[in-house]
């Protein structure tokens, strides 16, 4: 069995993916099997959070006892690496395959990327503490590279580019995923949450000068009646231009090529 103060010594090294694990003698519990468990794993970090999640309370949610989940996992840890990579598989890999380009396929890789992050609120917290090489990761991972390969781009400056394109959906599908989190335990819609919170900020006297300067902004963002036009619409434009960057770049590498 695996503990978690092993892993602590070399985490650069560790991860439920790399080990090399002993099947257990006899039979595990009736009924009962990892993707069982990694589904209720879900279900609870969806509902309750990262720092809800033990293993005493998943395996209540299962109907056993709490030495049963040791029949397949060693830690919490292999439960949140298994919990990562099933959310990883919910990337529609076949539809990216069906795209007509590659900008069509960065276009479907980073909306269903947001989407993961949105409905699985603690992805974003999670995925910096673990190495992510499950192999529904590794197919994702494998997908973006192979796209960003064929924008033309050469070799040295493709890691930059999915960095630009999926680190910006990292970062908003984080605040919007977070943001929904805010509304839903203030019992509010995001809608209702963001006019109340842009109200208070607009009707504050210490931020009159403040405000000023942001009013036309603001007038524009209240003025929609659903706060997923906003969501959409700025992904969507952002996205456009970090594409349309792409092509810029391409474009400048292959005439100083032609230049030589």
Known sequence: MVKAADRA???????????????????????????????????????EGLAKLSMRKLATELGVTAMSLYWYVDTKDDILEYAMDSVYGEIDLAAVDAAEDWQGRIRLLALDYRRMLVRHGWMSPSSGQYLNIGPNAIAVGQKIHATVAETGLSLDRRPSAMSAVFQFVYGYGTVESQFGRRAAEAGKSQDEFYVDAVKSFRDNPEFMEQVEGLREI???????????????RDFDYALDVLIAGIEVMV???????TEK
Request: net charge negative.
């Open 9 to 47: 010594k070399d985490p650069a090294r560790s991860s439920v993916w790399l080990e090399q694990k002993a099947a257990r003698s006899g039979g595990g519990p009736a009924g009962l099997d990892r993707d069982r468990i990694v589904a209720a794993a879900v279900r609870m970090l969806d509902e």
């Open 251 to 257: 474009a400048r590498e292959a005439s100083r090529e």
């Open 218 to 232: 603001l007038d524009e963002r209240t003025s929609h009646d659903d706060l997923s036009v906003i969501w959409d």
